[in-house]
């Protein structure tokens, strides 16, 4: 043999995206971009992930699964867990004892929530207090327009749904930042202290009310609050609001090759799960969709992925099929798709260029993710790894192998060490991402499309 012949039967040649797509996955992937771009700016929150999902599974024949319902091959259906987190399953031709072919994301995207007590006035300026959800850096939310949503739930038992700042028509909010003029001391601070928690405070109003007596401007926003929602102050006791970007999904480059928006992270996972899912026939084995809520505060609560509400409804699946919940987390396999860090050539010293994901190369498997020393990774076994190579060869997905950045830089997890826990054979998968937890991050059409692709394959094995 040349070494010609030697290097190409012996050594790894990854190519771009672009050079193994073809004619007709090209133009579905501008198909499957327009479709996300309009779910990814209907849906900001967890919640609004959920209101917008449920109705696709309804349009799609799928029912709401009741305790103790008989189910059989083929039947559709779903579960809301109080209206932030979701589950959905169809079933499968074999018996759920074989196990499930499950899909997780989580809905929850990095943001700044409401204080209990927020709305104040001061210098002649009314405001609301925040404190950040997730893992923000606090310096990229000032000067950015943006948009309050959330519920309130009044005094009178009523839950309104709060939008400001999406309709063109809307005034939009915004957090102020000090002009470079004044800015000695501050420009003398670190990238984390420059903006503080605590100054993380939203612009709503300047004009005081006609009248007498302190904070009418305050007032004044009140009021118009309540003309539109019915609410009073004390009604923000029992809300949940949310600050997010009000900017638009748009197409970004020149060449139209990538999507900017807010909260990719984790919802470009959670698109390209359901949408296999809407469609599928009767799968060989019962495919499963979870969207969880709280990943980017720990997973923890009522609707993070180690709430019980899972296991409840998995539980339902089974009794209903007179199978085995244990039996069937033993048999399954879980596709836990979360955004990765692509590699940013503007960065290059955080990452290991030979082991991490770059945008168009396909979607993204991770054997493990953590922190110093694979810290809170799933890790995958050779096996697992093995089984998902060959499961996204053999339907003709476009993939790649990541890791989280140069060993000791830092580092973080995902849901998939949760799903390990229960039992369940767990590998990382998803669509490497640039500006990551930023108010608008970046991703490639292509590994949009290849997601969703390698979700199908799951499902489907
Ligand atoms: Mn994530
Ligand atoms: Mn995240």
Redesign the pocket.
């Known amino acids: 043999m040349t070494t010609e012949e030697l290097r190409e039967a012996l050594l790894a040649a990854p190519k771009n995206g672009y050079a193994r797509l073809t004619a007709q996955e090209r133009v579905e992937m501008e198909a499957h971009a327009r479709g996300y771009a309009a779910f990814i700016d209907a849906c900001k929150t967890e919640r609004e992930t959920v209101t917008w999902s449920v109705e696709q599974l309804k349009n799609h024949g799928f029912v709401e699964l009741e305790p103790g319902m008989a189910l059989k091959p083929g039947d559709k259906v779903y579960r809301s867990n109080r209206g932030k987190a979701l589950m959905m399953a169809v079933i499968g031709a074999e018996s759920l004892n074989d196990g499930a072919r499950i899909c997780v994301a989580?809905i929850d995207s990095p943001r700044i929530d409401i204080k209990p007590n927020p709305l104040y006035e001061d210098s002649g300026l009314a405001y609301l207090k925040t404190h950040y959800y997730g893992g923000i850096k606090k310096y990229q939310w000032v000067t950015v327009p943006l948009a309050l949503h959330g519920v309130i739930c009044r005094k009178d038992g009523v839950c309104v749904n709060v939008t400001i700042g999406e309709d063109e028509h809307d005034p939009i909010l915004m957090i102020t930042d000090l002009l470079p003029h004044l800015a000695a001391d501050q420009m003398q601070k670190t990238a984390a202290t420059a903006i503080t928690g605590e100054q993380l405070n939203i612009l709503m109003g300047s004009e005081p009310l006609d009248g007498e007596g302190s904070d009418l401007v305050k007032l004044h926003v009140m009021k118009l609050l309540n003309e539109k929602y019915g609410i009073i102050e004390e009604d923000f006791l029992s809300a949940e609001l949310s600050i997010v970007p009000a900017m638009r999904c748009r197409e970004l480059g020149l060449d139209r090759s990538m999507l900017a928006a807010y909260g990719h992270?984790?919802r470009v996972c959670a698109y390209n799960e359901i949408v296999p899912l809407l469609t599928m026939g009767t799968p060989k084995h019962t495919a499963v969709c979870l969207l969880a809520d709280k990943?980017?505060i720990g997973s923890v609560g009522i609707s993070g992925m180690h709430s019980f509400g899972f296991e409840t409804f998995m539980h339902d699946l089974c009794h209903s099929t007179k199978a085995s919940m244990y039996r069937c987390f033993e048999n399954s396999f879980c596709l836990s798709a979360?955004?990765s860090n692509a590699y940013d050539p503007s960065f290059p010293e955080t990452a290991d260029k030979r082991n991490n994901a770059a945008l168009n190369m396909g979607v993204s498997i991770f054997k493990y993710t953590g922190s110093k020393g694979k810290g809170g990774a799933n890790d995958a076994s050779a096996e697992v790894m093995g089984h998902i190579r060959s499961v996204l060869d053999k339907a003709g997905v476009i993939w790649q192998v990541g890791t989280l950045g140069r060993v000791d830089q830092g580092g973080g997890g995902?849901v998939a060490a949760i799903m390990g826990n229960r039992n369940i054979v767990t590998v990382d998968a998803g669509v490497p991402v640039l500006s990551m937890h930023a108010p608008m991050e970046i991703i490639s059409k292509l590994d949009c499309y290849m997601s969703m692709r390698a979700c199908k394959a799951v499902y489907e094995d």
């Open positions: 989580h992270d984790d990943e980017e979360d955004v995902t």
